[in-house]
């Protein structure tokens, strides 16, 4: 027998082959779903460790609080205080003209110079005028002489009263003659008609001026008047001899004190407000009448009341807001500082502070510089400098 005839070289027979396969695909299944399991297991624990570790990172490595300054609400009474705007206007102040006409003959005044009240400033010609007076005393003097005459003869029975009568009227006449006179000729010559300090020159030698010609301004600026308007409500609170402060541009820096006078009695239908009038002392002659002010009038104090700096209010939209900050304790009792978004009511800035009539107790401490890196909830560290200071006031005088 030959190999190939062999049994022990012969194949196996069909159904062996058939059973073998079945085993080998379960043992490959087997590992194929035992890898993807572990790859599975594997990406999961990863996720899970990496997610635990970020986790870890971020609680023990939390951002530096942000440095702040901090002010703290107080409560102060504040000064009570009405503002508006006015213009000053000279107590005197006079546009000096010519009450006749005539021509200039003589220019008697220096334009800006200070005068005496009866300085003589111009002379308009008047010798015509000076002889009418010469001739009107001459008459006088006759007239004197024959009422004399009259009267004497009167006192001898020698004469009539009618006589005596008819002189009289003669001399008042030539007196009066001699009074009008005096009048024209004082009438053309321009006096100043009170102290104060010339404007610029109008009029030139040799002109000849009509009457109402404006020759020169006069102006009186050892006081002034101070013009400014209140409204209706504010009334009550008026009265006359309160303090009056005013600001004007030409001297920034500088605060000017004077008194109500006077208060309108009538209140304009138009605007509803109530025009004010105070006088206020001018001794160096730096104010002048035409400048814009801004009055501040000190009225009765009012209760206490809580304010911060103008800094720490955030003025929006949706409301004006402080950042408060509060302590807080962590679980390992280690205290810190945490900000919060605060809504608060204002009211009126006075020298720097704002009034906050809710929303705030006296002690709250508030962030004053800082706020634009904060939100709800941050953690804080107060700065060493110190928050910024009150915006200076012009020095009172």
């Given at each position: 027998?030959?190999?190939?005839?062999?049994?022990?070289?012969?194949?196996?027979?069909?159904?062996?082959?058939?059973?073998?396969?079945?085993?080998?695909?379960?043992?490959?299944?087997?590992?194929?779903?035992?890898?993807?399991?572990?790859?599975?297991?594997?990406?999961?624990?990863?996720?899970?460790?990496?997610?635990?570790?970020?986790?870890?990172?971020?609680?023990?490595?939390?951002?530096?609080?942000?440095?702040?300054?901090?002010?703290?609400?107080?409560?102060?009474?504040?000064?009570?205080?009405?503002?508006?705007?006015?213009?000053?206007?000279?107590?005197?102040?006079?546009?000096?003209?010519?009450?006749?006409?005539?021509?200039?003959?003589?220019?008697?005044?220096?334009?800006?110079?200070?005068?005496?009240?009866?300085?003589?400033?111009l002379q308009i010609f008047?010798?015509?005028?000076?002889?009418?007076?010469?001739?009107?005393?001459?008459?006088?003097?006759?007239?004197?002489?024959?009422?004399?005459?009259?009267?004497?003869?009167?006192a001898k029975s020698f004469?009539?009263?009618?006589?005596?009568?008819?002189?009289?009227?003669?001399?008042?006449?030539?007196?009066?003659?001699?009074?009008?006179?005096?009048?024209?000729?004082?009438?053309?010559?321009?006096?100043a008609p009170f102290d104060?300090?010339?404007?610029?020159?109008?009029?030139?030698?040799?002109?000849?001026?009509?009457?109402?010609?404006?020759?020169?301004?006069?102006?009186?600026?050892?006081?002034?008047?101070?013009?400014?308007?209140?409204?209706?409500?504010?009334?009550?609170?008026?009265?006359?001899?309160?303090?009056?402060?005013?600001?004007?541009?030409?001297?920034?820096?500088?605060?000017?004190?004077?008194?109500?006078?006077?208060?309108?009695?009538?209140?304009?239908?138009?605007?509803?407000?109530?025009?004010?009038?105070?006088?206020?002392?001018?001794?160096?002659?730096?104010?002048?009448?035409?400048?814009?002010?801004?009055?501040?009038?000190?009225?009765?104090?009012?209760?206490?009341?809580?304010?911060?700096?103008?800094?720490?209010?955030?003025?929006?939209?949706?409301?004006?807001?402080?950042?408060?900050?509060?302590?807080?304790?962590?679980?390992?009792?280690?205290?810190?500082?945490?900000?919060?978004?605060?809504?608060?009511?204002?009211?009126?800035?006075?020298?720097?502070?704002?009034?906050?009539?809710?929303?705030?107790?006296?002690?709250?401490?508030?962030?004053?510089?800082?706020?634009?890196?904060?939100?709800?909830?941050?953690?804080?560290?107060?700065?060493?400098?110190?928050?910024?200071?009150?915006?200076?006031?012009?020095?009172?005088?």
């Amino acid at each position: 027998m030959d190999a190939k005839s062999s049994p022990s070289h012969q194949n196996p027979p069909p159904s062996e082959k058939t059973q073998h396969k079945p085993i080998r695909m379960r043992r490959w299944m087997i590992i194929i779903g035992g890898a993807l399991v572990l790859l599975v297991g594997i990406i999961w624990g990863f996720n899970t460790f990496r997610n635990h570790m970020i986790a870890q990172f971020f609680k023990n490595n939390k951002p530096p609080p942000t440095v702040v300054a901090v002010a703290e609400a107080k409560s102060e009474v504040l000064p009570n205080l009405l503002t508006g705007v006015g213009d000053l206007a000279a107590v005197h102040q006079v546009n000096v003209t010519t009450d006749v006409n005539g021509r200039v003959t003589e220019i008697l005044f220096t334009p800006g110079a200070k005068v005496k009240a009866g300085d003589p400033l111009l002379q308009i010609f008047d010798a015509p005028d000076q002889s009418d007076l010469a001739s009107y005393k001459a008459q006088t003097l006759a007239a004197s002489l024959a009422l004399d005459r009259a009267k004497t003869l009167l006192a001898k029975s020698f004469g009539p009263q009618a006589t005596v009568d008819q002189a009289q009227a003669a001399y008042d006449q030539a007196n009066a003659a001699v009074a009008k006179t005096e009048a024209i000729i004082s009438q053309k010559r321009i006096k100043a008609p009170f102290d104060g300090e010339l404007g610029v020159r109008l009029v030139e030698l040799g002109q000849y001026l009509s009457a109402g010609t404006q020759i020169v301004s006069l102006t009186d600026l050892s006081q002034l008047y101070l013009n400014f308007t209140a409204t209706e409500k504010d009334r009550s609170v008026l009265n006359v001899g309160q303090t009056v402060r005013i600001v004007v541009d030409a001297y920034p820096g500088r605060t000017f004190e004077g008194k109500i006078t006077t208060i309108e009695p009538q209140i304009s239908a138009d605007t509803r407000n109530v025009r004010i009038q105070a006088t206020l002392a001018n001794p160096d002659r730096i104010l002048q009448p035409g400048m814009f002010a801004s009055t501040t009038v000190e009225l009765p104090p009012k209760p206490a009341v809580i304010t911060v700096p103008e800094t720490a209010v955030d003025y929006t939209l949706y409301g004006d807001s402080v950042w408060l900050i509060t302590e807080t304790k962590d679980a390992d009792g280690k205290t810190s500082l945490k900000t919060d978004r605060t809504f608060v009511k204002t009211g009126s800035r006075v020298h720097g502070r704002v009034v906050i009539s809710s929303g705030l107790k006296a002690g709250d401490k508030v962030v004053a510089v800082g706020q634009l890196k904060l939100q709800s909830g941050s953690a804080v560290a107060i700065s060493s400098d110190p928050p910024p200071p009150i915006p200076a006031q012009p020095p009172r005088n």
